[in-house]
């Protein structure tokens, strides 16, 4: 009864360090996504992936990059640190944009960059 | 360029009243809209959702309204509930662009 799991919880990073942020879910979706939220700037999309073995932009994908490793895992990786990284990161699950349907989140990443 | 505003950062109400949760888009491209409601320390969970096809969808104590003409939806929460403390979060898809929007939020508090 996983649902959308992310790890690690929490993270402190230097700049300039790279780090991988992991996402599985256990609900068999297709699609697959990658958020940020910061204060006053609501959630904003970083990668998805529409299904297996596919990845596109979002509306703020600069320094990062994605891998969707298989149909359950969806990872986001940070080459070089930088303190605007600052953020909570989400992954989420869904169906795709053509179905309509709500994507299911995980419990969030809080990364700190110093 | 925020194409979703919810210009409320915060909300209270008392138990048992009606909560109203605004939100305003630009992009006359959206076709679907969802809200979420999210606790500390966890990631947004579903709440309801509207196809730009109705004005209107309820589910329980919560109904969403629509008007396309003033691209704005609002959230209504009857009776409010101490649980329903959260902070709410508009969204909006525009299927055909791949893309999803989402507003900063409206914390509601609901006081006994």
């Known amino acids: 009864n996983a649902g959308v799991t992310q790890t690690p919880k929490f993270q402190v990073l230097k700049t300039g360090q790279s780090m991988t942020l992991q996402c599985a879910q256990d609900?068999?979706?297709?699609?697959m996504y990658w958020y940020r939220q910061d204060p006053g700037m609501g959630l904003r999309l970083i990668y998805y992936?529409?299904?297996?073995?596919?990845?596109d932009k979002g509306e703020v994908p600069n320094g990062y990059n994605v891998s969707r490793l298989n149909k359950r895992e969806f990872s986001l990786r940070l080459e070089s640190a930088a303190p605007s990284q600052t953020s909570v990161y989400f992954c989420?699950?869904?169906?795709?944009?053509?179905?309509?349907?709500?994507?299911?989140f995980g419990d969030g990443t809080r990364l700190s960059i110093l | 360029d925020q194409q979703v505003k919810q210009n409320s950062p915060s909300l209270s109400v008392q138990e048992g009243r009606i909560s109203i949760l605004n939100c305003d888009y630009t992009?006359?491209?959206?076709?679907?809209f969802l809200w979420y409601k999210k606790y500390p320390a966890e990631g947004p969970t579903f709440l309801i959702s509207?196809?730009?096809?109705?004005d209107k969808n309820e589910d329980g104590r919560f109904t969403v309204f629509l008007n396309k003409s003033a691209k704005h939806l609002s959230l209504h929460i009857v009776p409010s509930q101490p649980g329903d403390s959260a902070v709410y979060f508009c969204?909006?898809?525009?299927?055909?662009?791949?893309?999803?929007?989402f507003g900063a939020g409206t914390r509601l508090t609901v006081k006994p």
């Open positions: 989420a699950g869904g169906t795709g944009w053509y179905s309509n349907q709500p994507q299911h």
């Open positions: 609900m068999n979706h297709n699609s």
């Open positions: 992936s529409a299904s297996e073995g596919t990845t």
């Open positions: 992009n006359s491209m959206f076709d679907y």
């Open positions: 509207i196809s730009s096809i109705k």
């Open positions: 969204a909006a898809s525009a299927v055909y662009n791949n893309d999803m929007r």
